[in-house]
């Protein structure tokens, strides 16, 4: 498998940065965008640049552990974009960094995310759910019933991705109810560098998550006229762990209102282990209502 037809080496290429050799108040860096059928930049792949790039400003060891981000702009997958970290604060033990992407002079994506050096301390996490099967014991990946914008990234497959209890793009299966479960990772295994992998947890944490909302309506992403966009991404980062081995990505909605739903996620191993929690909020708006 070449890079030229490796899907997940086009990913990680996506992934790594070029310093722009820029020096203002703020580090500059540049990036290339996936093609994309909607015409609009992946959110959660403007998501992971972000990160990257503010990683680049610290040393290894100082990971990133919570982000909290605005999707500001439609972004133009065609156009390069750059990146800009403003060194916000650096302590003892955590730094702060802002990274703002930019396309045409204008934001298209605001970020702020806190880093820190590893260390003991007190210790829980909430087990991961009972009951659901493996990906194995599920129907085979179906591109065909995917949202458009997903299957575009999953056309040459660099990620696998099995919904539990079935995708929501023709149909919804019953019972209508605000949560779901989906099994994902790369097709192949990714380099060790553990800034890799916290990079590409944050590029699967924007895929799916906003389908709790519509699977609780019975709606499904093929309805005539319906509108969805992100409006906020957060994650933290609560363990390291390998994207390129199944994760379990269990998903809910506990509120939707006035043309906004709000979606969390909490991200396991496949042996229970919580690796992350994201939370988004979108813009969602059905014909007819």
């Known amino acids: 498998m070449t890079d030229a037809i490796d899907p997940v080496a086009s990913l990680l290429a996506v992934l790594d940065l070029r310093d722009a050799g820029a020096r203002t108040t703020e580090d500059i ?12 930049v992946y959110g959660g792949q403007v998501l992971a640049q972000s990160i990257v790039a503010a990683s680049r ?14 999707f500001l702009r439609p972004g ?5 974009i750059t990146f800009s970290v403003d060194r916000i604060h650096d302590g003892r ?13 204008v934001p298209i994506f605001s970020m702020i995310a806190s880093f820190q050096d590893d260390g ?19 129907p085979p990946f179906d591109e065909g019933q995917l949202h458009p914008v997903s299957r575009n990234l999953f056309s040459e497959r660099p990620v696998d991705v099995v919904h539990v209890p079935s995708p929501v793009y023709s149909s919804v299966e019953e019972p209508h109810v605000p949560r779901q479960a989906v099994w994902m990772r790369t097709r192949r295994a990714l380099p060790d560098d553990p800034a890799v992998h916290r ?3 944050a590029y699967l944490s924007d895929l799916t998550i906003q389908e709790t909302i519509l699977r609780g309506h019975g709606v499904p992403w093929s309805t005539p006229g319906l509108r969805v966009a992100s409006l906020d991404h957060a994650m933290w980062w609560h363990r ?11 998903q809910e909605s506990p ?4 043309g906004r739903g709000l979606s969390t996620g909490r991200i396991y191993t496949r042996g229970g282990t919580l690796l992350a929690s994201v939370a988004q909020e979108i813009m969602v708006r059905v014909p007819g209502e």
């Open 29 to 40: 860096f540049t990036g290339m965008s996936q093609p994309m059928p909607s015409g609009r």
């Open 57 to 70: 400003t610290l040393p290894p060891e100082r990971a990133v552990h919570s982000m909290h981000g605005y």
């Open 76 to 80: 133009d997958p065609a156009a390069g």
């Open 93 to 105: 033990s955590f730094s702060t960094r802002r990274t703002q992407a930019f396309q045409s002079g």
């Open 120 to 138: 003991p301390g007190l210790e829980h996490a909430e087990p991961m759910p009972e009951g659901i099967p493996q990906p194995e014991d599920l």
């Open 199 to 201: 990079a590409a947890l």
């Open 240 to 250: 390291p762990g390998r994207v390129d081995d199944w994760l379990l990505y269990v």
């Open 255 to 258: 509120n939707a209102r006035g």
